[in-house]
């Protein structure tokens, strides 16, 4: 939630850090949904860190595992697009 006022407030260049580490939790999360889910496309749960990690966390199910991380940090790249029209990130 750090970055939503990146684009209005015409700092758009601070978004980079962000792509860049959505990127790795692509790479990371497309290994996680095969093993845990069996599925395609990539997961990311609510705990990360630096090395990007995308698995569950450990304990009970009714609050360490929410798989919808990726999807919720995926609209911060439709965010970008639909305020810069910008198809290839600069």
């Known amino acids: 939630m750090n970055y939503w006022p990146s684009l209005p407030c015409n700092l758009k260049e601070c978004q980079g850090p962000l792509f860049d580490f ?3 939790l692509s790479i990371n999360g497309s290994k996680t949904a095969k093993v845990n889910y ?3 496309g990539w997961v990311a749960h609510q705990v990360s860190d ?3 990690k995308t698995s569950p966390d450990r304990g009970e199910a ?3 595992l929410w798989p919808m991380g990726g999807a919720w940090l995926c609209t911060h790249l439709w965010e970008h697009y639909t305020y810069t029209l910008d198809k290839v990130r600069s």
């Open 50 to 52: 630096i090395w990007a």
């Open 22 to 24: 959505i990127s790795s």
């Open 38 to 40: 069996e599925a395609g």
């Open 62 to 64: 009714v609050w360490a």
